[in-house]
């Protein structure tokens, strides 16, 4: 009957339990955020790369 004292396994299921529970936050989050996220990579490659691109071309006709 020594195995019912033994709780060295249980921080291990704790921490399980808890990342397993963030996972499915983050699941539900982006589930929710899904139209959000999907545009996302439009726009970022609309905007930044061509703010970028500009300043390159910028610096190589200064020097």
Partial sequence: MQFIM???GQGSAELIL???G???IVIVAAIYYQN???GLGDEI???DVK????QINDLKTKF
């Fill in 6 to 8: 033994d709780e060295k």
């Fill in 18 to 20: 808890i990342f397993g």
């Fill in 22 to 24: 963030m996972i499915v």
């Fill in 36 to 38: 959000y996220l999907s």
């Fill in 45 to 47: 490659i609309r905007t």
């Fill in 51 to 54: 703010n970028v691109t500009n």
